[in-house]
């Protein structure tokens, strides 16, 4: 790859989404485009933000003639109210996923089906919580590292732990604005208390408990999924891997597995290397077994095992639609019901495995941490016993994949950096040498993109013209979620992808030895994010709200996003949107999370549907940061 040229375009892209389309059509199967036009126009109250069903007497819209509900809430209430609801949702997703995760380090054991990977990461995190380590197994150890992690959602006094890893500025600003987060699960609850009938009308306090919401997530829930996600399956380190529909094998038994939560998948990538099914699949006439991965999990098991991934958020129906996949495997998020009736137009096999995800059609087996080794190997017999019914008449595998490089959590930059530096003994795992670089204006800063793709725009392509611009203009790229996946699938994550960048970043990437955009994992990872920002900030000796690093979300769809969007502002970082929440009819609010959040935590949102003009005020900002540090 020497030249943009080299990346897989858009139009590529959609060519082969095009001609899947073709092959939906001659089954008669319905796709997300056929559902988005008939749902096109969308409800104007509800993209505003201005309808309320907080209760019976409802619902109730605002509109020129009726400028209050039935109760007197008016437009910035209801929207306020509307908005802070998506907060808790959100929260509640990420944490609750994290309580999984949590629950099966609680029940680890030396002779069960989890075991600790990262032990040194287990033993840091004891140290950090005060729990005993001298002397003691390493699962007692954990057990009781669990047990701290599951009281933290519901403990009765005092915050979450890890807002002592913030930079000592923003806890007095968390602490000053009195939105230090409690429990998590109080967090969630005193959201949907507020916003139950009767309760706040005020735009600004509903802001403010959405700030506090999104900070029980980021610097709690999602950070608790992450660490501990880390001390199940391993940190992850980096890795060779692919991406794109093109890594279906139509000779091969093919499993995607698809949602958030690694505990499935984990078991599932790990049996289909056994012997014994290997032997099975080949028995069958095929030339073994596939597995790759769909959104967050994807990410998952990139990271970890190099599975390879498919794609993202909107392309979980291609892969149906292919006619290769023996079984779609699912667990919690970002999961279309829709996969259901579509796998009945295929042979593929759609198998959900969580309470939290039930659906209709779908074959339900739900997984349990203490069988889940002998489930995941009763799964891929299903699949393979499934490869015989494929009808290769309906098959197509698009050829189109990208080679990645994946897996940067902040342990493994630090790594680079040191590789840089390792004369310097004093600056040995420091961000030294990216703030140095960023310092002499080699990079102008860094930009965090995340998040999903969503109809409302051009899907990809938002996330697609960012990257190159940004990259073109020496900003350092980290990306988590399906923004990884859109880079994974461009070529963006290829090592040679340096050379669509400008000459102070590709500098940067020769002598580091990394792409120009750092994949960093799933959603639940931007709490890597946060601690990268902290941990350049300390070095730096500044606020995180200081550095030239922002945040962009050009696609995103998710409530999740919505809580993310919140934590990262909370952290003082400016937060680039390409989708408008979905507050449009109040002025009040458009103003609050715009510009209000400014006065609570120094940062806000700027929103631009225009991936074009977005990236000017991203570059902007950056700018202005740069300015304010004297540099
Ligand atoms: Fe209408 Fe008020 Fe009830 Fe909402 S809470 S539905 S605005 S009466
Ligand atoms: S999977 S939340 S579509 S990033 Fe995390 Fe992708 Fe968005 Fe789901």
């Known amino acids: 790859m020497k030249t943009l040229e080299d990346l897989t375009s858009i139009e590529q892209m959609e060519a082969d989404t095009a001609k899947l389309k073709e092959i939906a059509c001659s089954v008669c199967a319905e796709t997300w485009e056929d559902r988005n036009k008939k749902q096109t126009p969308h409800c104007k109250f509800g993209e505003d933000g201005i309808c309320c069903k907080n209760c019976s007497m409802g619902p109730c819209r605002i509109t020129p003639k009726a400028s209050r509900g039935i109760c007197g809430a008016d437009a910035h209430a209801i929207a306020a109210r509307n908005y802070l609801r998506t907060i808790a949702a959100g929260t509640s997703a990420h944490s609750d996923h994290a309580r999984e995760i949590l629950h099966i380090l609680h029940g680890a054991s030396r002779d069960g089906n989890y075991h600790v990977r990262d032990e040194q990461k287990l033993l840091r995190l004891a140290q950090e919580w005060e729990v005993a380590t001298e002397g003691r197994d390493i699962y007692d150890i954990a057990h009781d590292v669990a047990e701290v992690g599951l009281m933290e959602f519901g403990k009765i006094h005092g915050n979450q732990r890890f807002i002592k890893r913030a930079t000592a500025e923003r806890q007095k600003v968390w602490h000053d604005q009195g939105i230090e987060p409690r429990a998590i699960d109080r967090e969630i609850a005193t959201s949907l208390h507020m916003t139950h009938m009767g309760n706040s009308a005020d735009p600004e306090a509903l802001v403010r408990q959405g700030l506090r919401t999104g900070i029980s997530n980021g610097w709690g829930g999602s950070m608790l999924g992450t660490e501990i996600t880390d001390i199940l399956f391993g940190t992850p380190t980096v890795r060779t891997t692919e991406g794109n529909l093109g890594v279906l094998e139509k000779d091969m038994v093919n499993i995607v597995v698809h949602g958030h939560d690694p505990a499935f998948s984990e078991m599932v990538v790990t049996a289909a290397e056994i012997k014994e099914l290997v032997d099975y699949a080949k028995s069958k006439g095929a030339k073994g077994i596939n597995i790759v991965g769909l959104c967050c999990t994807a990410n998952e098991v990139a990271m970890r095992h190099g599975v390879r991934m498919a794609g993202n958020f909107l392309q979980q129906e291609n892969a149906v639609l292919t006619g290769a996949v023996e079984m779609m495997c ?44 002998e489930q995941a ?177 050009p696609e995103w769809m998710s409530e999740k996003a919505v809580s993310i969007a919140n934590y990262v502002v909370s952290t003082g970082i400016d937060v680039y949107l390409g989708i408008e929440p979905q507050v449009r009819g109040s002025t009040q609010m458009m103003d609050l999370i715009t510009q209000g959040t400014r006065n609570i935590v120094g940062a806000g949102y700027i929103i631009n549907k225009d991936p074009h003009e977005l990236v000017k005020s991203i570059l902007e900002g950056i700018e202005a940061k740069r300015a304010g540090l004297g540099i």
């Open 330 to 373: 699912v667990d919690v998020q970002c999961i279309f019901p829709a996969l259901a009736p579509l796998s009945e137009c295929f042979h593929t096999k759609f198998v959900t495995s969580s309470p939290i995800a039930r659906i209709p059609g779908s074959i339900y087996v739900e997984f349990k941490p203490e069988t889940a080794f």
């Open 377 to 553: 190997k009763g799964l891929i017999k299903m699949a393979i016993d499934n490869y015989q019914s494929r009808d290769r008449s309906k098959v197509f595998i698009p050829s189109t994949k990208q080679t990645a490089v994946v897996g940067y959590p902040t342990e493994q930059i630090i790594k680079h950096l040191d590789g840089v530096t390792n004369s310097h003994v004093d600056e040995i795992g420091s961000y030294r040498p990216a703030i140095d670089a960023i310092k002499a204006g080699v990079l102008r800063g860094a930009v965090a993109i995340v998040g999903c793709n969503n109809p409302r725009v051009r899907p990809d392509y938002s996330h697609f013209e960012i990257m190159k611009e940004l990259l073109q203009n020496d900003i350092l790229i980290v990306a988590t979620g399906c923004a990884a996946q859109l880079a994974t699938k461009a070529g963006l994550l290829n090592k040679d992808a340096k050379y669509v960048c400008g000459a102070g970043l590709r500098r940067v990437c020769e002598l580091v030895n990394i792409p120009p955009i750092l994949h960093m994992g799933a959603c639940v990872d931007i709490s890597r994010m946060m601690l990268l920002a902290t941990g350049i900030a300390k070095d730096w000796g500044v606020d995180t709200t200081q550095i030239p690093v922002v945040g962009c979300a």
